[in-house]
């Protein structure tokens, strides 16, 4: 546990920027209910899962996983395929992490 993540947790607060899978949704078959209910991935799930970079995007997510060119260098954001000629659905992510809370 990080020492941020452990100062949260004395003072019951629950640091949620880790941890974090994504996976393009067009990639995973299952519905929204199935993932947090019957299907959840774990940080061992492959593919289509990825780690996911939270707080980000799915562009930081995708850099993250080395599947885009570093947009800051050089002319590298050009080898980047725009969402007006991939359709939405290229970068439209299913975001999943699991965490334990008390009941108020």
């Not at 289509?48 to 050089?74: E, Q, R, S």
Request: net charge negative.
């Amino acid at each position: 546990m990080s020492p941020d993540a452990a100062a949260a947790a004395s003072v019951g607060k629950l640091v949620l920027d880790t941890g974090w899978l994504a996976a393009r949704s067009t990639e995973v078959a299952l519905t929204g209910v199935e993932l947090t209910t019957t299907h959840p991935p774990d940080a061992s799930a492959a593919a289509p899962w990825m780690h996911a970079a939270v707080p980000g995007t799915v562009l930081g997510t995708l850099l993250k996983n080395k599947l885009i060119p570093d947009p800051f260098y050089g002319l590298n954001n050009e080898a980047i395929i725009d969402i007006a000629d991939s359709g939405r659905e290229y970068y439209t992510f299913w975001f999943f992490t699991t965490f334990q809370c008390a009941p108020v």
